[in-house]
């Protein structure tokens, strides 16, 4: 089992910046993807970033590309999402999720374990 507490969410105004934090816990094994999803009502989980434990890799949405950055600590078990220049249309509750394939996944089906979210709201 996977246990995942996101935080850091909040209000922001448009161009600001925001630092997501998941805090993982459980059997997290350096074979683990760590990704970042969002939901706004009424549609379906969006892919934002994601990374592996081990590796250096970095996947991102190319609606975030230059303006998101993914980051892990192991030595904390905990997977960051640093968000800058922030838009309205960023404004989502963001997820935390984990899988442990032997690949990045991007879609939200094929993640196993989720965080309960946290609301990131950008202001005009």
């Known amino acids: 089992q996977v246990q995942l507490v996101e935080s850091g969410g909040g209000l922001v105004q448009a161009g600001g910046s925001l630092r997501l934090s998941c805090a993982a816990s459980?059997?997290?094994?350096?074979?683990?993807?760590m990704g970042w999803f969002r939901q706004t009502p009424g549609k379906e989980r969006e892919f934002v970033a994601a990374i592996r434990w081990s590796g250096a890799n970095t996947y991102y949405a190319d609606s975030v590309k230059g303006r998101f950055t993914i980051s892990r600590d192991n030595a904390k078990n905990t997977v960051y999402l640093q968000m800058n220049s922030l838009k309205p249309e960023d404004t989502a509750v963001y997820y935390c999720a984990a899988d442990f394939q032997n690949f990045v996944p991007t879609r939200a089906t094929e993640y196993d374990y989720w965080g309960q979210g946290t609301q990131v709201t950008v202001s005009s």
């Open positions: 459980g059997r997290i094994s350096s074979s683990a993807a």
